[in-house]
């Protein structure tokens, strides 16, 4: 039996976000802590946090942050996976998983299949596969993961109306949606609700 695309939804800033989570659980959410209009400090997240449904894994976003502060993260139990972003290389991704024992996202922009086979390479515990920064609601050429050997989790523009077709062509063994389940900013429980039902029933 195929087992079921893991769901994560990113981006999380208000309490309301975290009650829609709490009801409609996804396996993972994204407390967004690089620069971003979805931006939120540490005390604020450890409040969404406490309120979180502890069945669900509280991911943290990052770009560039010195690996001792992400650790903070970890360690504090405010998140449960660190999601980078930026140019960290391997030997930050050994020396956070030395200091934490907890799990990576190493996200990449694909552009080409060097960027895919650079992924691909990682030692991260997963991949995250976008387009450009992340957030941008853009997805990229999803013909270029189609025979990917490794799990990952696809990003990138992302929504109720392509959901389904994402997963039937790219078969990821995650998504990541953030701007896709958004009305004027702002995560729509509606939205949230027919995409993660969409996921489900493929």
Same mark, same amino acid.
């Given at each position: 039996?195929? !087992?079921?695309?893991?769901?994560?939804?990113? %981006?999380?800033?208000?309490?309301?976000?975290?009650?829609?989570?709490?009801? @409609?659980? $996804?396996?993972?959410? %994204? /407390?967004?802590? *690089?620069?971003?209009?979805?931006?939120?400090?540490?005390?604020?997240?450890?409040?969404?946090?406490?309120?979180?449904? $502890?069945?669900?894994? *509280?991911?943290?976003?990052?770009?560039? !942050?010195?690996?001792?502060?992400?650790?903070?993260?970890?360690? &504090?139990? @405010? @998140?449960?996976?660190?999601?980078?972003?930026?140019? !960290?290389?391997?030997?930050?991704?050994?020396?956070?998983?030395?200091?934490?024992?907890? $799990?990576?996202?190493?996200?990449?922009?694909?552009?080409? *299949?060097?960027?895919?086979?650079? *992924?691909?390479?990682? =030692?991260?515990?997963?991949?995250?596969?976008?387009? %450009?920064?992340?957030?941008?609601?853009?997805?990229?050429?999803?013909?270029?993961?189609?025979?990917?050997?490794? $799990?990952?989790?696809?990003?990138?523009?992302?929504?109720? !109306?392509?959901?389904?077709?994402?997963?039937?062509?790219?078969?990821? /063994?995650?998504?990541?949606?953030? &701007?896709?389940?958004? =009305?004027? %900013?702002?995560?729509?429980?509606?939205?949230?609700?027919?995409?993660?039902?969409? @996921?489900?029933?493929?």
């Amino acid at each position: 039996m195929k !087992e079921k695309t893991k769901i994560k939804i990113c %981006g999380l800033s208000r309490l309301c976000d975290i009650d829609y989570v709490n009801e @409609i659980k $996804p396996d993972y959410v %994204g /407390f967004v802590f *690089a620069k971003s209009r979805r931006r939120i400090s540490k005390e604020h997240a450890l409040t969404l946090r406490q309120k979180l449904d $502890p069945d669900i894994q *509280a991911v943290g976003v990052f770009v560039n !942050e010195l690996a001792p502060v992400v650790a903070g993260y970890l360690e &504090s139990g @405010i @998140i449960d996976v660190a999601q980078l972003h930026g140019s !960290e290389d391997e030997i930050y991704l050994h020396n956070l998983r030395l200091q934490t024992g907890q $799990p990576i996202i190493k996200a990449f922009s694909v552009r080409n *299949a060097d960027d895919v086979k650079r *992924a691909c390479e990682s =030692t991260a515990d997963y991949i995250l596969l976008d387009h %450009g920064k992340g957030g941008t609601g853009t997805a990229f050429d999803w013909t270029l993961v189609q025979n990917m050997k490794r $799990p990952f989790f696809l990003a990138g523009g992302l929504g109720p !109306e392509n959901i389904e077709k994402a997963i039937a062509d790219v078969h990821p /063994f995650g998504v990541d949606i953030s &701007s896709g389940v958004e =009305t004027d %900013g702002y995560k729509d429980y509606h939205k949230i609700q027919d995409c993660v039902r969409r @996921i489900r029933n493929v």
